[in-house]
C-alpha cells in the first residue's frame, strides 16, 4: 500500500489563490481532480526512477532511429499503425529528445515502464509548478518535490529544438497553439510558451480553430506566417483532419510544409513512431531477436546494458495475444493510439474495460464542444469507444498496480496508483502520479509526488505508523 500524507488543508484552502492559478483545471467533469495530499516515494525508489527512466528513453530513442533507417514502409504502417501520409515525415530524423512522459507501475517487482507518451503529455503545470505548491504547505520538512527541475529542462529542450531548426533556416516567432477555450490544454500549452520565453524566445499564442493554411504555401493566423510551431494536438488526428468549408485536407497540407522544410513542429513528426503502442512490441521483437540483427543490418543493436535495462523494466509486448493465452498469463490488451486509457482492457484472472470521461483529445470528426467540462451525448460516447476499441491492438503482460487510498470530497477512494515520469530531452525532469481504477483513466486523481529523504524502504511502515 503507497504511502499518502494528507496535508492539513481543504480542496478550498489549498486552490484559492497561487495554486488555483498555476492549475485552473483543479476540478474538471464536475468533480474533484487534485487531492489536498502528497504520494511518498522513498529516496532509493526516486534514484532508481531517474536511472531507470533515462535507460528506458535512451532504448526507445534508439529503436527510433533504427525503425527510420532500417524499417520499410510496410512495418511502420502494419507493424506500427502510422497512417500512409505521416509516414514521410516521420521518417525526417530530428534531434533526439523532446517532452514525453513515461508510466510506470510500482510494484513487487520492480518498477515497469507500461508506456510512453511521446507525442502530446499533458500534466506539465501540475508537476512543474503544482507540486512544489503542495510539498511546500506540508508540516514534514524531510519532505522535498522530485520535479523541481522541470522548468529548466523544458528550457534547454526548446534551446535543442529550436537550434536544430535554425540551422534548418527555420526562425522568429515561435507559435503555440491548442483548442483555445479548453482550459487543460490551453494552461498545458501556455506554461510551456511562458519557459520559452525565458530560454530568450519570442513566442505568440494561437488558438487552433484560428489556425489557417494555405497548400504550398504556408500555416498562418490571422495574417501572420507560421514557421515554428509547438501543437497541443495529437498527429494520428490531424492526418484526418480536413476543412469542411473549403475541403483542404489541412493534415495532408501541413505535413508537406514540414517535409519541404518550411514549418518546423514540436514535438517533432518523428515522435508519432514512439507514441504508437505497437512500437512497445517492436522494442520487444527486437530484444527477443537481438542476435539475428547482424544479419540484417550489420550489427547487434543492443548491447548488453541495453539488454539488461529492457529485461528489468519493460515487460513482455507482441503484436498477438498468443504468448499470453499459451501459458495462461493475464495481460493487457492496448489500441495502438488509445488515450487515457480508452481502448485498454485486462485480461486474465480478472477481465476489466476501461471506461470514464471523455478523452482531452478527440478526433474533429468526433468532437464533443471544447469549452465543456461535461461529458458529451450517449453517441458521442459510443463514437468515441468504437474509435479507439475498433483499432489493432498490441497485448502486453500485466502486473499488478499498487493500492493507495486517499481522501476526496466524496469521501475515502480506494484505487490505484500509476507513477508518470517525464523525460524531457533524455533527462528526468518530473513525476505526475495519479490514482485511478486499474487502468488509469481521465477520473484518475492528481496526488502530487514528494520524496521523504529521511525514509528508506524499511522504514516506510513505521514512519507510517508515527504519522
Same mark, same amino acid.
Given at each position: 500500500?503507497?504511502?499518502?500524507?494528507?496535508?492539513?488543508?481543504?480542496?478550498?484552502?489549498?486552490?484559492?489563490?497561487?495554486?488555483?492559478?498555476?492549475?485552473?483545471?483543479?476540478?474538471?467533469?464536475?468533480?474533484?481532480?487534485?487531492?489536498?495530499?502528497?504520494?511518498?516515494?522513498?529516496?532509493?525508489?526516486?534514484?532508481?526512477?531517474?536511472?531507470?527512466?533515462?535507460?528506458?528513453?535512451?532504448?526507445?530513442?534508439?529503436?527510433?532511429?533504427?525503425?527510420?533507417?532500417?524499417?520499410?514502409?510496410?512495418?511502420?504502417?502494419?507493424?506500427?499503425?502510422?497512417?500512409?501520409?505521416?509516414?514521410?515525415?516521420?521518417?525526417?530524423?530530428?534531434?533526439?529528445?523532446?517532452?514525453?512522459?513515461?508510466?510506470?507501475?510500482?510494484?513487487?517487482?520492480?518498477?515497469?515502464?507500461?508506456?510512453?507518451?511521446?507525442?502530446?503529455?499533458?500534466?506539465?503545470?501540475?508537476?512543474?509548478?503544482? %507540486? @512544489?505548491? *503542495?510539498?511546500? !504547505?506540508?508540516?514534514?520538512?524531510?519532505?522535498?518535490?522530485? #520535479? +523541481? =527541475?522541470?522548468?529548466?529542462? $523544458?528550457?534547454?529542450?526548446?534551446?535543442?529544438?529550436?537550434?536544430?531548426?535554425?540551422?534548418?533556416?527555420?526562425?522568429?516567432?515561435?507559435?503555440?497553439?491548442?483548442?483555445?477555450?479548453?482550459?487543460?490544454?490551453?494552461?498545458?500549452?501556455?506554461?510551456?510558451?511562458?519557459?520559452?520565453?525565458?530560454?530568450?524566445?519570442?513566442?505568440?499564442?494561437?488558438?487552433?480553430?484560428?489556425?489557417?493554411?494555405?497548400?504550398?504555401?504556408?500555416?498562418?493566423?490571422?495574417?501572420?506566417?507560421?514557421?515554428?510551431?509547438?501543437?497541443?494536438?495529437?498527429?494520428?488526428?490531424?492526418?484526418?483532419?480536413?476543412?469542411?468549408?473549403?475541403?483542404?485536407?489541412?493534415?495532408?497540407?501541413?505535413?508537406?510544409?514540414?517535409? %519541404? @522544410?518550411? *514549418?518546423?513542429? !514540436?514535438?517533432?513528426?518523428?515522435?508519432?513512431?514512439?507514441? #504508437? +503502442? =505497437?512500437?512497445?512490441?517492436? $522494442?520487444?521483437?527486437?530484444?527477443?531477436?537481438?542476435?539475428?540483427?547482424?544479419?540484417?543490418?550489420?550489427?547487434?543493436?543492443?548491447?548488453?546494458?541495453?539488454?539488461?535495462?529492457?529485461?528489468?523494466?519493460?515487460?513482455?509486448?507482441?503484436?498477438?495475444?498468443?504468448?499470453?493465452?499459451?501459458?495462461?498469463?493475464?495481460?493487457?490488451?492496448?489500441?495502438?493510439?488509445?488515450?487515457?486509457?480508452?481502448?485498454?482492457?485486462?485480461?486474465?484472472?480478472?477481465?476489466?474495460?476501461?471506461?470514464?470521461?471523455?478523452?482531452?483529445?478527440?478526433?474533429?470528426?468526433?468532437?464533443?464542444?471544447?469549452?465543456?467540462?461535461?461529458?458529451?451525448?450517449?453517441?458521442?460516447?459510443?463514437?468515441?469507444?468504437?474509435?479507439?476499441?475498433?483499432?489493432?491492438?498490441?497485448?502486453?503482460?500485466?502486473?499488478?498496480?499498487?493500492?493507495?487510498?486517499?481522501?476526496?470530497?466524496?469521501?475515502?477512494?480506494?484505487?490505484?496508483?500509476?507513477?508518470?515520469?517525464?523525460?524531457?530531452?533524455?533527462?528526468?525532469?518530473?513525476?505526475?502520479?495519479?490514482?485511478?481504477?486499474?487502468?488509469?483513466?481521465?477520473?484518475?486523481?492528481?496526488?502530487?509526488?514528494?520524496?521523504?529523504?529521511?525514509?528508506?524502504?524499511?522504514?516506510?511502515?513505521?514512519?507510517?505508523?508515527?504519522?
Amino acid at each position: 500500500m503507497r504511502h499518502i500524507y494528507e496535508l492539513p488543508f481543504s480542496h478550498e484552502e489549498v486552490f484559492r489563490d497561487e495554486a488555483g492559478q498555476q492549475v485552473p483545471y483543479h476540478r474538471m467533469y464536475g468533480k474533484q481532480y487534485c487531492v489536498p495530499a502528497l504520494t511518498v516515494y522513498t529516496p532509493a525508489e526516486m534514484q532508481e526512477l531517474r536511472a531507470a527512466v533515462e535507460a528506458v528513453d535512451g532504448i526507445y530513442c534508439k529503436v527510433m532511429r533504427f525503425i527510420q533507417q532500417y524499417m520499410p514502409d510496410s512495418f511502420l504502417e502494419h507493424q506500427l499503425g502510422i497512417y500512409p501520409g505521416l509516414i514521410p515525415a516521420a521518417r525526417m530524423e530530428m534531434v533526439t529528445g523532446g517532452i514525453t512522459r513515461q508510466d510506470w507501475i510500482i510494484g513487487e517487482t520492480g518498477p515497469k515502464c507500461i508506456e510512453n507518451n511521446t507525442d502530446t503529455p499533458t500534466g506539465i503545470p501540475e508537476a512543474a509548478a503544482l %507540486e @512544489g505548491i *503542495l510539498v511546500g !504547505m506540508a508540516e514534514k520538512t524531510s519532505l522535498y518535490p522530485p #520535479s +523541481k =527541475g522541470m522548468d529548466e529542462c $523544458i528550457r534547454e529542450c526548446f534551446h535543442s529544438w529550436l537550434g536544430a531548426y535554425a540551422k534548418q533556416g527555420l526562425q522568429g516567432v515561435v507559435t503555440f497553439t491548442s483548442f483555445g477555450d479548453h482550459v487543460e490544454d490551453r494552461t498545458n500549452t501556455e506554461y510551456l510558451m511562458k519557459l520559452c520565453q525565458e530560454a530568450g524566445y519570442e513566442t505568440f499564442y494561437a488558438p487552433l480553430e484560428e489556425l489557417e493554411i494555405i497548400p504550398g504555401d504556408s500555416l498562418y493566423h490571422q495574417g501572420r506566417e507560421i514557421n515554428l510551431l509547438y501543437r497541443l494536438y495529437p498527429l494520428e488526428y490531424l492526418i484526418d483532419d480536413r476543412d469542411e468549408t473549403t475541403g483542404v485536407d489541412i493534415g495532408a497540407a501541413l505535413l508537406e510544409l514540414v517535409q %519541404e @522544410g518550411r *514549418l518546423g513542429l !514540436m514535438n517533432p513528426v518523428q515522435h508519432v513512431l514512439m507514441q #504508437s +503502442k =505497437g512500437f512497445m512490441a517492436a $522494442i520487444w521483437s527486437l530484444y527477443e531477436r537481438n542476435e539475428q540483427t547482424p544479419e540484417y543490418c550489420g550489427f547487434r543493436l543492443f548491447n548488453d546494458a541495453e539488454l539488461e535495462t529492457i529485461s528489468r523494466y519493460l515487460l513482455p509486448t507482441y503484436f498477438e495475444a498468443g504468448p499470453f493465452e499459451l501459458d495462461s498469463i493475464p495481460y493487457v490488451a492496448k489500441s495502438y493510439w488509445g488515450r487515457e486509457g480508452r481502448g485498454t482492457s485486462l485480461l486474465g484472472d480478472e477481465t476489466e474495460q476501461t471506461t470514464g470521461k471523455p478523452n482531452t483529445y478527440t478526433p474533429v470528426s468526433v468532437q464533443t464542444p471544447s469549452n465543456s467540462n461535461e461529458t458529451g451525448t450517449v453517441d458521442e460516447e459510443e463514437e468515441l469507444a468504437a474509435y479507439y476499441n475498433n483499432q489493432p491492438k498490441i497485448y502486453q503482460q500485466l502486473v499488478p498496480m499498487e493500492q493507495a487510498v486517499i481522501q476526496t470530497e466524496d469521501g475515502e477512494y480506494r484505487g490505484y496508483l500509476l507513477t508518470g515520469v517525464f523525460v524531457i530531452n533524455g533527462r528526468f525532469a518530473g513525476v505526475l502520479p495519479r490514482i485511478g481504477e486499474k487502468v488509469t483513466g481521465d477520473m484518475a486523481y492528481y496526488c502530487a509526488a514528494t520524496v521523504n529523504e529521511r525514509m528508506d524502504d524499511e522504514e516506510e511502515k513505521e514512519w507510517t505508523i508515527w504519522d
